[in-house]
C-alpha cells in the first residue's frame, strides 16, 4: 500500500484524495484535543476555519460550545482553549464543540474530500492502526495519506514523528514517499526518547514556555485512548464500528 | 549560530534574510550540475525563471548559453539540460550560461535578499563547510538558512540528506529549526548507504526510470569538487576568495 505523508495544512499541491483514507495528525494540540473530547463524551467537533465562523456557526446550535485557539491561547469569547485539559466530561460530556485552530482544523477541512478523514495523535496510535487494518478488509483503499498539520506552515518534528510511529506500525508491505521515509527514520531514531524530541521542538519549546509543559507531556503519551474520531458530514465524531 | 532549514522553494513563509547566509541546495541536479559547470571553467550561471526569461535574456548577452530543464528533460530551443555530464569543459569552458530549472533556480531567486547566497551540493560540502568557517570570522552573520529547493514544493529526501551533512560537519555549538534536528537525524541513520537513500528516493527513483543513473551516482559523491558557488548582482560565479 502507498502512504504519502505531507507535511503541513499550508501543503501547495495537495494529491487525489478521493479514493484515499487521510489521516491527519497535530500532536500539538489539536487532534490529541479532539481525541480527549471524544473519550470524556463530547457528542462531536465541527471544524471551523475562523473565529468569525465559530460565532457564527453557535447562532444555529444550541447549547453547543465554542473551543480553539490563536497563538497557543484560548480566542476572546470561546469557553474552551486548545488543552486537552480543557475538555473534562463535566464539560464537554454530551455537548458539542465548534473548533478552530491555527493549523489542525484547517488540515481537516482541507482534506474533506478523501474517502475517510480520521484524527491521529500518540494517544490513540494503536486504535488507528488496527482500524486501518479492519478498513482495508472492507473496502478498497488506495492509498493512505498522513496529513500532519505542521506549525504555522513548516515542517512539524511532533507531528512528523507520530506519522513515522504510525508508519512503523504499519509494517513493512507498504511504499513511501520521500516524507514518509524521513518520518519512519526520524521515529526510528527517536523513540527512546519521544517526549525529549517533542520537548526539544520548535513548537514543544513554544508550549512550554507558555506554561503548557502538562499538555506536552500528555500529548506524547502513546496509546491510552481507544478512539477513533472521523469526519462525518462535517462533524468529528467517534466511530465505535471501526474498531 | 541558529541553522534554519526550510523544505522547499514553495515555502509560504520565508525567514528575514538580510542578515543571514543562505545555502541552496538541489542535489538532483541544479546545484550539483552549477558546482560542476564552475568548476569546468564556466563563468557564471544565471539564473531565470522561465524558459521565455531565458529567451529574452539571451539577446542581450553575446555568445551565452541555454540550459536548465521541465520534466528532468532538456528544453526545446535549450543548448544544454540540467545533467552535470551536459557541462563539461568543452562546452561551458570561458562561457556564461542562463539556467531556469523547476526547483532550484527558483529558491536562488526566493533567497537573493540574503547576505550571502551560496550553492551546496555533496560534491562540493566539504568547501562549504570550510568557507562558513572563514565568513563567520570575517563578518557577523545572524544565523544560517539552508534553503532546499525540493521537488514540485515537496519535501525531498536527497536535499534534506545533504543539509543533514552540512549540519552534521559544523558541530555541536548550533541550534536547529525542527526540520534541521530531522535533517541531522536523518543523515546520521542513512551515512552508512548515502547513495541507495537517494535511488529509492522520489526524484532519485524518477531520474533512474529516466536513464539518469550516471547522473544520480555523481551527485551523490560527496567533497570531490572544492568550489563556493555564490549569487553575486544576479550572477552565481566562483568565489574563490572564500575558501
Redesign the interface.
Known amino acids: 500500500m502507498r502512504i504519502e505523508v505531507l ?1 503541513s495544512a ?4 495537495l494529491p487525489y484524495l478521493e479514493d484515499k483514507l487521510v489521516i491527519v495528525i497535530d500532536v500539538l494540540r489539536a487532534t490529541s484535543t479532539m481525541v480527549t473530547a471524544l473519550a470524556n463524551g463530547c457528542q462531536a467537533i465541527l471544524p471551523v476555519l475562523t473565529p468569525e465562523e465559530a460565532f457564527e456557526r453557535r447562532l444555529e446550535i444550541p447549547g453547543v460550545l465554542l473551543g480553539g485557539e490563536r497563538r497557543s491561547m484560548r480566542i476572546e469569547g470561546f469557553d474552551l482553549g486548545n488543552s486537552p485539559f480543557d475538555y473534562a466530561p463535566e464539560k464537554v460530556g454530551g455537548k458539542r464543540v465548534i473548533m478552530t485552530t491555527t493549523n489542525g482544523t484547517r488540515a481537516i477541512r482541507a482534506a474533506a474530500e478523501a474517502k475517510a478523514v480520521w484524527m491521529a495523535s500518540f494517544l490513540n496510535l494503536e486504535s488507528i492502526v488496527r482500524a486501518i487494518h479492519h478498513l482495508k478488509q472492507r473496502i478498497s483503499l488506495e492509498g493512505i495519506v498522513i496529513f500532519c498539520a505542521g ?7 511532533p507531528d ?1 514523528l507520530c506519522a513515522g510511529m504510525l508508519i512503523d506500525a504499519l509494517g513493512q508491505d507498504i511504499q513511501l ?3 514518509g ?2 518520518a519512519r ?2 521515529y ?3 523513540k527512546l526518547n519521544l517526549l525529549e ?1 517533542i520537548e ?4 514543544g519549546h513554544r508550549l512550554l514556555e507558555l506554561g503548557f509543559e502538562k499538555d506536552v507531556v500528555y500529548c506524547s503519551t502513546a496509546n491510552i485512548l481507544p478512539i477513533v474520531p472521523a469526519l462525518v458530514d462535517g462533524e468529528v465524531i467517534w466511530q465505535m464500528e471501526s474498531l
Open positions: 507535511p499550508g501543503t501547495p499541491v506549525t504555522e506552515d513548516r515542517f512539524d518534528l512528523t514517499n520521500d516524507l521515509e524521513a527514520m526520524i526510528q531514531i527517536s524530541t526539544q521542538s520548535d513548537h
